[in-house]
């Protein structure tokens, strides 16, 4: 097969599959990324989240983690969703609405690698959506699928960046696509200004150490670390804020994946209901969203932190 119907029929399969774009990029070392990982860690700007300093080598070589890796393929799943919480309930980020993402999109990845493979023959290959260690912008980047901005998202030229990245590293050669001339952030700096916590620092630089997703999320203690002001906006898990404000995502259309279809206990629950939460009803409810990662005491924890500024 030619090599230019062959990306045209991979990525044909992917929009089939539910992705809303795709992309390609050679496989090789992200080396300027390296120091910029390296960098970003030393100044302790991953807090408590000692994970990201693991599998360093795999984070920037793809062969490591697929032998004789030729290409990657990236791609983009939109979540943003037809309709939003009330302003006066407790705040969870738009993408937790629905079913778990790392499920969902897992099980898609596989079908598309069956598929591709029922194309070309034996291939190898590896799909991963947030849960392996790898630099899924800079490659979403690399494959011309828009730039990373100022807050750290993926912003696509045509519809923002509400979606999910996933990729499909693999040992088949696709012809790579040319990454966008430059970004477009310009001299905005609304990400920048909106952000109560102050984490999203000049030069694109994001201290994840002090987001409200990793408060809300990620950090496991019960107390908030000295010196820290819970001003929040009454998120109780992620945060929106600097997506919400970015001008891209006025080009955001509803995305069409039933499985992200928002709980209705999300959409309607005050601060009473989920502080009534028991470990069963929150099993119950939760047990197939992304809310599950912080549990029923980090859900807890957050309330009394919301409740503690209200």
Known sequence: MQPDVLAHRIKNLALEMGFSF???AKAEPLTEDARRLEAWLNKGMHGSMHYMENHFELRIDPSRLVPGAKSVITLLKNYYPTNKQDA???KVASYAYGEDYHIVIRKQLKQLLIQIKEIVGDIQGRGFVDSA???ERTWAQKSGLGWVGKNGNLIHPKAGSFFFIATLITDLELVPDSPLPKDFCGTCTKCIDACPTEAILPNKVVNGSKCISYFTI??????LPKNEKPNWNDWLFGCDICQDVCPWNRFSQPHKETAFTPLQEIMSFSIKDWEALTEDSFQKIF???AIKRSKLHGIQRNLQWIRSTS
Not at 218 to 223: N, Q, T
């Open 22 to 24: 795709c992309g390609f």
């Open 88 to 90: 006066n309930q407790p």
């Open 133 to 135: 260690p790898v630099l």
């Open 218 to 223: 990620e950090l496991k203690e019960l107390v």
């Open 287 to 289: 047990g197939k969203s």
